[in-house]
Nanobody, 115 residues
Framework: QVQLVESGGGLVQAGGSLRLSCAASGSIFGINVMYWYRQAPGKQRELVAS???????NYADSVKGRFTISRDNAKNTVYLQMNSLKPEDTAVYYC?????????WGQGTQVTVSS
């Protein structure tokens, strides 16, 4: 089993920044890619960013240039630095770690961006 715990969400004004963290614990061997997703009210969950164990990253077009995903393998933690936040970034942000047939999710952290 793998446990994922997100933190760092909150209320911020447009143009502000937040840093989300996702701490992984348990049997994390074999988890090579970790993801950040988000889900806004009434919308489907969407992929925001991903990072491999080697540090290769990918981003949704909507966040490129504003968000940065990183990881600290020694701390088993993945981060999402979010800059120049917009009201449309308002959502619950989830950390995800797939491994084989298993797919682990955190409980989510709310990010609210006011205009």
């Amino acid at each position: 089993q793998v446990q994922l715990v997100e933190s760092g969400g909150g209320l911020v004004q447009a143009g502000g920044s937040l840093r989300l963290s996702c701490a992984a614990s348990g049997s994390i061997f074999g988890i090579n890619v970790m993801y950040w997703y988000r889900q806004a009210p009434g919308k489907q969950r969407e992929l925001v960013a991903s990072i491999t164990i080697f540090g290769n990253t990918n981003y949704a077009d909507s966040v490129k240039g504003r968000f940065t995903i990183s990881r600290d393998n020694a701390k088993n933690t993945v981060y999402l630095q979010m800059n120049s936040l917009k009201p449309e970034d308002t959502a619950v942000y989830y950390c995800n770690a797939p491994r084989g047939a298993d797919n682990y999710w955190g409980q989510g952290t709310q990010v609210t961006v006011s205009s």
